[in-house]
């Protein structure tokens, strides 16, 4: 069986659509090209917190996860990524 081939260009064409992953509203915010790999942000108010170098929390930053695309074979589409709910529709 060959691998899987989804180019950079037709994954960063998702940047900006809001998808349902986990239970929750989220954005595509960034494709990264190692996996690749989508990047999305929480779109609930929430915040999490980030340490400064000294252990402080001083900076409360938005949710971000990452969501391979491919399994790691490079054969078929990872699980997490066929789970995403588009709620946008395609342009």
Known sequence: MDEIVITLSQLRGM??????????EWQVIEV??????????????TRMP???????????V???VTVPVLA???R????DFLGLD??????
Do not use: K
């Not at 588009?86 to 342009?91: A, E, I, K, T």
């Open 50 to 60: 980030q340490a400064d170098q000294y252990g402080e929390t001083s900076l409360w």
């Open 62 to 64: 938005p949710h971000w």
């Open 76 to 79: 078929e589409l990872h699980p």
């Open 15 to 24: 940047i900006g659509l809001r998808v349902r992953h986990e239970g929750a």
């Open 32 to 45: 990264l090209e190692d996996g690749p790999s989508l990047v999305l942000e929480d779109l609930r108010p």
């Open 86 to 91: 588009l709620l946008d529709p395609p342009p």
């Open 72 to 74: 790691e074979d490079r």
